[in-house]
């Protein structure tokens, strides 16, 4: 499986950069026209507002977002109906909404991922020893990885520039603190630590300046984002392959780490395929979503049995000290 990684991590780079600064679906006369009716009908300073539900008001639907919301489902049948296919809105693909929540099914899924952390980082208590390396370290991740998946499921719940940023934030800080956590365990119990600060160094001063960048720009960068997280993404990926490649006949536990990385570039294809929603719910970002809520099981169980080798090789060292 990890050879097949590198050439993953290829096809997702091809794919990643896609043009979102406008869609077919938001361009199309039908929709414009549809929407300029319904906001002089309903949204102008004499018209009544449409009386929105309780969970449209919670979700902070506008009347503007109503009216485009309304006239997508005529411009899709009429798209679907002249055989030119489901098109994207604002860079999205249509979603029918539940109780007020613009993507369901990714909205739930990513629940699923943070209840997943959640659960694992109770059984690592449970069967680490509090002073065993990476013990505070392995923490640290799933608060990182717990906040990264809160935004995202507010950011399904209701996509607006602040948790748009938020997700995108979160996203990275998941992905640029495993490439730190690489480098943390290639120099453990080691003599590389100018190599440690030198890349902790560019990691946390990288995720400053993208913080910055992504926080005051006017208009989120899609392609740029996603780019940089893959980018981070596959560092990650090949760097812990190689290591799993050197280690896994030495600690057979090793495998756990082989599988996690192998099934998240797998999964990661997800992101490539992009087709509209089954249903009008699940998406290719739903379902990639889906795939990798039971993927923490096999890091964690890798997590602690490295954490129990690590305090092996500890209290070996103390012997012999």
Not at 223 to 238: K, S, T
Not at 257 to 278: K, Q, R, S, Y
Request: net charge neutral.
């Amino acid at each position: 499986m990890l050879e097949a990684v590198p050439i993953i991590i290829t096809v997702v780079f091809s794919f990643v950069i896609k043009n979102v600064f406008g869609s077919t679906g938001d361009r199309s006369q039908m929709f414009y026209t549809c929407v300029q009716d319904c906001l002089a009908k309903n949204c102008s300073d004499s018209a009544q507002d449409f009386q929105l539900s309780f969970p449209l008001k919670l979700m902070q639907w506008t009347c503007s977002d109503e009216c485009k919301y309304l006239c997508m489902w005529p411009t899709v049948n009429w798209f679907v109906e002249a055989e030119i296919g489901v098109q994207q809105f604002y860079g999205k693909w249509p979603f029918v909404r539940l109780l007020g929540i613009q993507e369901p099914a990714a909205a739930l899924f990513s629940i699923l991922n943070l209840v997943g952390h959640v659960v694992m980082i109770r059984k690592f208590r449970k069967q680490v020893n509090p002073n065993a390396p990476f013990y505070l370290f392995t923490h640290v991740f799933c608060l990182i990885c717990c906040h990264a998946w809160f935004w995202s499921i507010l950011f399904h719940i209701r996509d607006v520039r602040f948790t748009e940023i938020m997700d995108y934030l979160g996203a990275f800080s998941m992905v640029s603190f495993s490439v730190y956590h690489f480098f943390a365990r290639l120099t453990a119990l080691r003599s590389h630590s100018s190599l440690y600060s030198l890349c902790s160094g560019i990691a946390i001063g990288f995720y400053f300046v993208y913080h910055s960048y992504t926080t005051f720009f006017v208009k989120m960068d899609y392609g740029y984002n996603m780019l940089i997280n893959i980018a981070f993404g596959a560092v990650n990926i090949i760097g812990w392959s190689i290591w799993c490649l050197k280690y896994y006949k030495k600690r057979p536990y090793v495998k756990q780490c082989a599988a996690f990385i192998g099934l998240v570039a797998f999964t990661t294809l997800l992101e490539v395929l992009d087709f509209p929603p089954l249903f009008w719910v699940f998406d290719a970002h739903a379902l990639w979503h889906l795939s990798t809520s039971p993927l923490a099981i096999f890091w964690y169980k890798f997590l602690i049995d490295d954490c129990n080798y690590l305090e092996g090789v500890v209290m070996d060292l103390e012997k012999l000290a």
